[in-house]
């Protein structure tokens, strides 16, 4: 699996949108771009996925450049819930042995401040 | 729906006891894995299966023994534990399709004396 790089920390304003940078520079064309994030002592919840287009859900935009070497993930309201660490993860398809793995690092811990 | 299920929440070992991590979930999920958690570590993965029979190691199996027995249940055991084995413990399951999330349980907090 790609190894994706992120910066340790940020901080947002509460209300104001907050992107949170990954770099995979070293990707695969049929590599998926995960985000998970985890909210003190609770397990990791998901946010978002995507391979080439840029996404949107209710909880998140995803936007992955089109060399797919870096994706920004949006939070566009930020909530004081939405304190928590942030992990940006890339992952082979099913059918692929490691493919059954989320390779975790060590995440963006995003502080929402009021 | 109770999704994925960890038990104990906490627990406290002596070094040599042997114990039993239990996972369970309840959406028919293909995918089951483990993984403990360690300051500044992120999550590493232990040990993980692709289905009922089949297990294989992650990148810190040591230690840590699995068995898949049915689709539900995913134990952990651990025969002999080490305070190096104090951690967190997250169990996880995911559809065995292409683009599916992994879905985690709340964890167990293992402490080794």
């Known amino acids: 699996d790609a190894k994706t790089t992120q910066p340790p920390s940020m901080d947002c304003a509460e209300g104001r949108a907050a992107n949170l940078p990954c770099n995979h520079s070293?990707?695969?064309?049929?590599?998926?771009v995960y985000w998970y994030r985890q909210i003190h002592s609770q397990g990791p919840q998901y946010i978002i996925h995507?391979?080439?287009n840029n996404e949107t859900n209710e909880m998140a935009s995803l936007i992955i450049t089109e060399d797919r070497k870096s994706s920004t993930l949006i939070l566009p309201h930020a909530t004081l819930r939405d304190t928590a660490v942030y992990y940006c993860?890339?992952?082979?398809?099913?059918?692929?042995?490691?493919?059954?793995?989320?390779?975790f690092g060590e995440g963006t811990q995003l502080t929402v401040n009021p | 729906n109770a999704g994925v299920t960890q038990t104990p929440k906490f627990q406290v070992l002596k070094t040599g006891q042997s114990m039993t991590l239990q996972c369970a979930q309840d959406?028919?999920?293909?995918?089951m894995s483990w993984y403990r958690q360690d300051p500044g570590m992120g999550l590493r993965l232990i040990h993980y299966?692709?289905?009922?029979?089949?297990?294989d190691q992650g990148e810190v199996p040591n230690g840590y023994n699995v068995s898949r027995s049915t689709t539900e249940d995913f134990p952990l055991r651990l025969l002999s534990a080490a305070p190096s084995q104090t951690s967190v413990y997250f169990c996880?399951?995911?559809?065995?399709?292409?683009?599916?999330?992994?879905?985690f349980g709340q964890g167990t907090r293992l402490t080794v004396v």
């Open positions: 996880a399951s995911r559809p065995g399709t292409q683009k599916s999330e992994a879905f």
């Open positions: 070293t990707i695969s064309g049929n590599e998926y």
């Open positions: 995507g391979l080439k």
């Open positions: 993860i890339v992952r082979l398809p099913l059918g692929e042995t490691s493919g059954s793995r989320l390779t």
């Open positions: 959406m028919n999920h293909e995918y």
């Open positions: 299966s692709v289905g009922a029979g089949i297990t």
